[in-house]
């Protein structure tokens, strides 16, 4: 059964940095976009970072640019969400998606996803 599963959240002291991951099992992510989502208790969800496999086109929301990177590895069909310069406003839950069939746009702009979808890691950055 395709699975998704989100790991590396905690707690962070401002200007720290964590690794999320985020393991597909049951299907190979290198004919998908894959994203990073977040939502903060109260707000809306955010479309963080997506990297479409197809074309190796990234995307980075404002908020994060600079900050946070997005990367793969293959040998483990795994991805990563890299954050540095942590700031209490990133605080939130922090899912990860997989889709075959929609654009780096489509994803993290338009948060358009019909394929699978994470449990969800929880970050929290607070002194």
């Known amino acids: 059964q395709p699975q998704l599963v989100e790991s590396g959240g905690g707690l962070v002291q401002p200007g720290g940095s964590l690794r999320l991951s985020c393991a597909a099992s049951?299907?190979?992510?290198?004919?998908?976009?894959i994203g990073w989502f977040r939502q903060a208790p109260g707000k809306e969800r955010e479309g963080v970072s997506c990297?479409?496999?197809?074309?190796?086109?990234?995307y980075y929301a404002d908020s994060i640019k600079g900050r946070f990177t997005i990367s793969r590895d293959n040998a483990k069909n795994t991805v990563h969400l890299q954050m540095s310069s942590l700031k209490p406003e990133d605080t939130a839950v922090y899912y990860c998606?997989?889709?075959?069939?929609?654009?780096?746009?489509?994803?993290?702009?338009?948060?358009?996803?019909?394929?699978?979808w994470g449990q969800g890691t929880q970050v929290t950055v607070s002194s």
């Open positions: 049951g299907f190979n992510l290198d004919y998908y976009t």
């Open positions: 998606a997989a889709d075959p069939h929609v654009t780096v746009r489509d994803m993290c702009v338009d948060q358009v996803v019909f394929g699978f």
């Open positions: 990297f479409s496999s197809s074309d190796g086109l990234t």
